[in-house]
């Protein structure tokens, strides 16, 4: 009997797990690792340093709707390579400015490139070639982000430290650019009619019906923009945005100043690592247990890191909050996709994921820069820490409460 065929769509999710592994981490998870020696030579604060991610955020707040929309109906693999080559050549120019100043315009055109190379259209590929386990396949997608962390980290320190910060833009901008850039052009589809195939799961649709309608909502999506789910779902965004940039971009020089490079980079290897797993139990409780469920994991973890993080003088809180974030970061790639796929099914996705991008963009714009404003204007994170946890249980609550209300305009109304 001839062995089946790998569905395609398989390929595919390597494929962004290739661009999610080498180029978000670039902008999020190893952005800051850059911060104290930028800072030291160029005489400038923390705060300063920072903005330059808030530049990337904001370009995202304003482009990611349109961005969104154009990448849904037009040619991703011609917008995404472009965008991949045009994000490498910034990157490296990043080793190259005299003040901070230049960093900033730099960071203008990194913010653009990102948005049509990176997490956007891998979410909107995924959901196009998964109905079935999409959670899984989202999850393993974005688990590249894990992986990532978890190879750079002690990559780029060592960079840092032999070739210096400059330096190391240059060997991360090459690497971006090798892997990326062939996987984009010959490896990734945008949609399974590229193929000559169906979605994963889509001969089963009929089985799964009633499942099917309960999750289209009887209402347009412009519509849906005036009901109390969308602002609420929007807050959870912000807020997620938020305490996500917050620890994404704080933690690695928090946890460097009381314990010094090699253990900081070991704590983001091991979180970035156990990230990995908690992508994959976050979409495994997706598919299992529905999107409630999985909102409830993962903020309840990601809230435990802060309060885990006030204690990081104590080693062992140090690693603990290592465990937990790894299990609860998931909630920064996975649930928004996820949740607003709950809210509007596959049909309306590609209309409103650009507004739920834009609204994360505006909490990332924000988190990272206020606790580093924080430690400027007190000389401690403690306040800050705080700060996120709270914000991570109003996370969950706008989520779930954003699920529940969207049911009273799905085709078949249900009780949650």
């Given at each position: ?6 569905f ?15 180029m ?21 604060s ?23 929309k ?5 040619n ?13 050549l ?15 315009a ?54 840092l ?15 971006i ?8 052009l010959?490896?990734?589809k ?27 909502l ?27 940039s ?90 928004p ?34 606790v580093?404003?924080?430690f ?12 996120l ?9 706008s ?5 529940r ?12």
């Amino acid at each position: 009997m001839k062995k089946e065929k790998m569905f395609y769509g398989w390929w595919v999710v390597l494929g962004c797990v290739l661009i999610t592994t080498t180029m978000v981490p670039s902008v999020m998870s190893m952005a800051n690792k850059f911060l104290i020696p930028f800072t030291t030579e160029m005489g400038v604060s923390r705060g300063a340093f920072t903005f330059s991610n808030t530049i990337l955020q904001i370009i995202g707040i304003f482009l990611a709707p349109f961005v969104t929309k154009k990448l849904a109906k037009g040619n991703i693999r011609r917008m995404q390579s472009i965008s991949i080559i045009v994000f490498a050549l910034a990157y490296a120019s990043y080793g190259l400015v005299q003040n901070v100043y230049q960093h900033y315009a730099i960071s203008f055109v990194i913010g653009i490139s990102y948005l049509n190379a990176a997490i956007i259209p891998v979410s909107i590929i995924i959901t196009n070639w998964f109905q079935k386990k999409r959670g899984l396949a989202m999850s393993i997608a974005m688990a590249g982000i894990g992986v990532g962390g978890f190879i750079f980290s002690p990559l780029v320190t060592m960079w840092l430290s032999h070739y210096g910060w400059r330096t190391t833009y240059f060997i991360f901008a090459a690497i971006i650019l090798t892997v990326c850039l062939p996987v984009s052009l010959f490896l990734i589809k945008k949609q399974p009619s590229d193929k000559g195939l169906q979605p994963y799961g889509a001969d089963e649709v009929d089985a799964n019906q009633t499942k099917a309608v309960k999750q289209q909502l009887t209402i347009s999506t412009k519509d849906s923009f005036t009901k109390s789910f969308f602002i609420i779902l929007i807050i959870g965004m912000i807020c997620n945005g938020i305490i996500n940039s917050g620890a994404l971009g704080q933690f690695p020089p928090a946890l460097e100043e009381l314990h010094g490079p090699a253990i900081s980079a070991s704590i983001i290897s091991l979180y970035s690592l156990i990230g990995v797993g908690g992508k994959l139990l976050l979409g495994w409780i997706n598919d299992k247990f529905g999107i409630k469920v999985s909102i409830l994991f993962g903020c309840t973890a990601f809230a435990l890191a802060f309060v885990c993080i006030l204690f990081r003088q104590n080693i062992i809180f140090a690693y603990a909050m290592a465990v937990v974030f790894g299990l609860g970061n998931a909630i920064g790639t996975v649930i928004p996709p996820l949740v607003t796929s709950a809210i509007y099914g596959p049909e309306q996705y590609g209309d409103v994921y650009g507004y739920v991008s834009s609204a994360t963009q505006i909490g990332l714009s924000i988190g990272s820069l206020a606790v580093a404003a924080t430690f400027d204007m007190t000389g401690s994170y403690s306040s800050a820490w705080i700060v996120l946890a709270i914000l991570s249980v109003v996370t969950m609550y706008s989520w779930l409460t954003a699920y529940r209300k969207s049911r009273q305009f799905s085709a078949t109304p249900i009780n949650e």
